[in-house]
């Protein structure tokens, strides 16, 4: 009893971690602080435009998915409807990155959009033969470009990072391969394309 009591205690934790820490919640803490950083007030407006093309219109998408009946949760679990998902969403990300580019955006706020956009077109080519996830490349990648614009010292919230691997790993949504690979992925990509374009 007193095990299985301790298993479900541990399997909602679990069920908080993935859903307070999911990609939305890193791309919002993504645009707004790389957007104080970049310009006080003007750059949090600047990252809230990013953040509704990020998050904003995709989240809308997953939810009227989920009163369709088309998927069961906003974590989209299934392969084929997730990377009908993740087609939306890069395509919103790619719009947004381009108006940024239209409106004048600060250069850092146009490369760190562009730098979802890369991570998310990496982690989809991926999923039609691997369920890789998401949330660890999501997550990786928002820690790697919050570093390169605040200082290393943010290298200290990787241990959160790791956190919501297994959460993944312990709702059995993913394996502890595609948390890693997914991990992995995010940060090259997500850190390399903030590294060149912010130039």
Not at 37 to 42: C, E, K, M, P, V
Not at 105 to 123: F, Y
Request: glycine share 12%.
């Amino acid at each position: 009893m007193t095990t299985t009591i301790s298993r479900s205690g541990t399997s909602r934790a679990a069920r908080l971690v993935t859903d307070g820490l999911d990609p939305k919640t890193w791309i919002i803490a993504d645009t707004l602080l790389v957007g104080w950083h970049s310009g006080r007030l003007t750059g949090i407006g600047w990252g809230l435009l990013g953040c509704l093309f990020a998050a904003g219109i995709p989240l809308a998408f997953i939810k009227y998915g989920i009163h369709r009946g088309r998927w069961a949760d906003r974590h989209v679990g299934q392969r084929p409807q997730r990377i009908l998902v993740m087609a939306f969403a890069g395509a919103s990300v790619a719009t947004g990155t381009l108006l940024l580019w239209l409106l004048g955006a600060p250069r850092t706020m146009i490369a760190l959009i562009a730098a979802m956009l890369v991570t998310l077109a990496a982690l989809l080519a991926v999923t039609p033969a691997w369920k890789i996830s998401v949330h660890a490349g999501v997550s990786s990648g928002s820690v790697a470009m919050l570093a390169m614009t605040y200082g290393p010292w943010l290298l200290l919230v990787c241990p959160v990072v790791a956190l919501v691997g297994w959460s993944r790993v312990r709702l059995r949504d993913h394996t502890l391969a595609q948390v890693l690979a997914g991990a992995t992925l995010g940060a090259t990509a997500a850190a390399g394309t903030f590294a060149l374009l912010r130039q």
